[in-house]
């Protein structure tokens, strides 16, 4: 029997694990496995819980003797909870995460003790010689090593037979650069929150707490794991390289928001009771669009923290599907013609508990409000290109500007309402033109802000929703670090753009009301093209936007080109989020992934069509071929032959034509020439290959198929 028919027999008959434990309110265990500031509060003397937060407010630098306090109170606590082991858990430039764990176990006088040490808290040689630098790491002085980051708390992990204390770090060279996502992340913090409080200041408000606020709405498909695992492009790329259109897909958009099978709902309510004792806090879950189809997302949190959140679940994600005998697919786009899997980045900035994109409730609030929107739209205006580049990445260039993802140009929707809003500012007068549920500024030239009046346009990759940005481009799989880094870095240099603009015209005699309004005015037209309310998805988009001089990036090699300009180079390193040497480094290693990415899926694609398509595709001649010999002569069958015949001699041809194209890949050694010949050579090489595959699948006896098809893989659970 073919391996997937008898798979699809036994699908209905697999069970869920039954180890669920029903641990009642979440309320009562969230962040039992966190060692949050109140837990470690509780554990710590006062004069040293007030010396760590100073050292991690930046007050004061962390001195041995409170890294030692801090780390005996950790190691108990973790003790306590069962743990053995620890680790300093930190994110290399492979975009996800790494560990390596040490036992607490010392010897004194010949006696086995539980020991942490200041110094085994605050730092780690883990070597790790082995991760992508780019460059920053010469052979004779490869060793890494990790640094404690005291802003996100430290965790346990549960495994079935053990815990380990992780302890969230940074990761640098031995010179001391980064080697990691944290670290540029954590520096971009810091700068948009001195930013910001200088911008605020104009307004006479001193916050003592800024930083930006992050929600990553995950998506991701679930799918039966032994049927996925019979696709070997599934299993080793992520998506599926080959599969031909099914009768049925998302057509009837009767997935969305449906019913959960019990199968996942299973899944989730695991994943869910582990990330809430890891203080995640998950609050949505839903059917998404296409068959299969999911999303998971959390309250917003500090961007850092938040970071550290969507790749703990993701982890926690890959482990329970295991468990629950599923396939957890975080790849873009998995399945052609089916809408694929985001990241949508929900940004906004708080200060002291407030939203600053929250439009306010008298008129110094809502000017506020206007000048902190036209900074960020302006930030991402002039580093549209730089924006683009942060979700570049080869499993991403599948879904951007797809039918139901945001476009590869960059543009800005803010709704009817707030545009209404510009254009009266930028004209000097409120026009007749209503707008429903208005704030009134108390401005005679400013009209009354709207409320979310926003119609959330889907096309839209960057869009005002209310009282947040929600950046729709990021990618599924990928860390959401350094999207937030260049957002950050991008809008800092706005703020104080605006900043420095807005002091000039007060510095010149105007009044604060007078100085912001006359700003707006000068910066709203020049932000005027990156401000789209129509349809991303439109051919006719495609050229206003070209007409309008916005980039239109479609491929990573295209897009990455962005780290090497000298403006966007001057911006990082002038603010301090990277080296020269960080930046050329991060730029060769994703150019490098995305060489090895693409090579990977063209030598899985050549894998399956020479040992699986091309024998069924021959078995299936024979057959047919037998039949028409033992049958009366029919020209219609003799067509059938003859047509299969064709699609095979088609098929060694274009096998043959994607080998030379690999080889000329391989064989490359500039890494932009090779980038550039893996796009525009091997991505065709391999669409042709798959348009083949597709049609020889809607041909061939079905019991002769080796991959599991489209339908049964999205709705077969």
């Known amino acids: 029997m073919n391996p997937r028919v008898k798979i699809i027999r036994e699908i209905s008959e697999k069970t869920n694990p039954s180890n669920y434990i029903e641990k009642g309110a979440v309320s009562r265990y969230f962040g039992e496995n966190t060692l949050n500031t109140k837990a470690l509060k509780e554990k710590l003397a006062q004069r040293t819980f007030m010396k760590l937060q100073k050292c991690i407010s930046g007050e004061d630098e962390l001195t041995i003797e409170v890294a030692t306090e801090v780390a005996h109170a950790i190691k108990e606590w973790a003790i306590s909870k069962g743990a053995t082991h620890y680790c300093h858990w930190f994110q290399p430039l492979t975009g996800s ?41 010469a052979t ?37 650069d980064s080697l990691d996502q944290k670290a540029p992340l954590l520096r971009s913090v810091e700068l948009i929150s001195q930013k ?44 599926t390289i080959f599969g031909a259109r099914p009768p049925k897909g998302q057509e009837l958009e009767d997935q969305y928001f449906g019913s959960m099978p019990e199968r996942i709902m299973n899944f989730i309510n695991d994943v869910e009771q582990e990330v809430y004792k890891l203080g995640i806090p998950i609050v949505t879950r839903h059917n998404e669009v296409a068959p299969h189809q999911f999303e998971l997302a959390p309250i917003f949190e500090d961007a850092n923290l938040a970071t550290d959140h969507n790749q703990l679940l993701m982890e926690v994600m890959k482990r329970k599907a295991i468990k629950h005998r599923l396939f957890l697919c975080l790849h873009e786009k998995p399945f052609a013609r089916l809408n694929g899997s985001g990241k949508h980045v929900n940004w906004a900035l708080a200060a002291d508990g407030h939203n600053l994109l929250e439009p306010g409730e008298n008129p110094e609030e809502n000017l506020q409000f206007l000048t902190f929107l036209i900074a960020i739209v302006r930030g991402v205006y002039r580093y549209s290109a730089l924006i683009r580049a942060s979700v570049a990445f080869a499993s991403n260039d599948h879904r951007l500007g797809g039918n139901e993802a945001p476009p590869a140009i960059i543009s800005v929707f803010l709704g009817k309402g707030l545009s209404y809003v510009l254009d009266s500012i930028e004209q000097g007068k409120v026009s007749k033109k209503s707008v429903d549920e208005k704030i009134n500024l108390g401005i005679r030239s400013i009209p009354k802000i709207p409320k979310d009046s926003t119609d959330r346009n889907r096309t839209s990759p960057f869009a005002f929703t209310g009282n947040k940005f929600e950046f729709r481009a990021v990618g599924s799989s990928q860390s959401i670090s ?78 990455m080109k962005a780290y090497q300009k000298p403006e966007f180079q001057k911006m990082f390193i002038g603010y301090g989020v990277f080296s020269h040497s960080e930046l050329d480094a991060r730029y060769h290693v994703e150019i490098e992934k995305y060489c090895k990415t693409v090579h990977i899926e063209g030598q899985t694609a050549m894998d ?50 994607l080998e030379k194209r690999l080889d000329r890949g391989v064989s490359e050694e500039d890494l932009d020439k090779k980038a550039e010949i893996y796009c525009r050579m091997v991505m065709p090489g391999l669409d042709a290959l798959r348009k083949t595959v597709d049609e020889l699948e809607t041909v061939i006896d079905d019991e002769l198929w080796p991959l599991p098809k489209y339908y049964e893989m999205l709705f077969y659970y």
């Open 97 to 137: 995460t790494a560990e390596k764990h040490d036992s607490f176990l010392a010897f004194e006088d010949g006696n086995l003790i539980e020991r942490f040490s200041g110094r085994q808290l605050v730092t780690q040689e883990p070597d790790a010689s082995s991760f992508p630098s780019g460059g920053l790491r």
């Open 140 to 176: 004779f002085e490869a060793r890494g090593y990790t640094g404690w980051d005291p802003t996100s708390p430290a965790f346990i992990k549960e495994g079935e037979y053990g815990k380990t204390l992780c302890i969230p770090s940074v990761f640098i060279s031995y010179h001391g």
């Open 196 to 239: 910001t409080k200088e911008l605020l200041a104009l307004f006479g408000n001193k916050p003592q707490k800024v930083f930006p606020t992050i929600g990553a709405e995950q998506e991701f498909f679930l799918l039966d794991r032994d049927l996925a695992n019979l696709r070997p492009d599934l299993v080793l790329t992520g998506r």
């Open 482 to 559: 350094i999207p937030v880094t260049f957002l950050n870095t991008a809008v800092a240099e706005s703020l104080e753009f605006m900043k420095d603009k807005i002091s000039d015209k007060l510095a010149r005699g105007f009044g604060q009301i007078e100085a912001v309004v006359a700003v707006l005015k000068e910066v709203i037209p020049e932000v005027r093209p990156v401000l789209f309310e129509g349809d991303g998805y439109s051919d006719e988009w495609q050229k206003e936007a070209k007409r309008r001089g916005l980039p239109n990036l479609k491929s990573t090699p295209e897009a």
């Open 608 to 657: 399956i069509a020479k040992t699986k398509i091309l024998p069924a595709a021959l078995r299936y001649q024979g057959q047919l071929a037998g039949c028409i010999m033992i049958a009366s002569k029919s020209q219609v069958q003799e067509k059938l032959l003859s047509d299969l015949a064709e699609k095979i001699n088609e098929l060694i041809a274009v096998m043959g034509d």
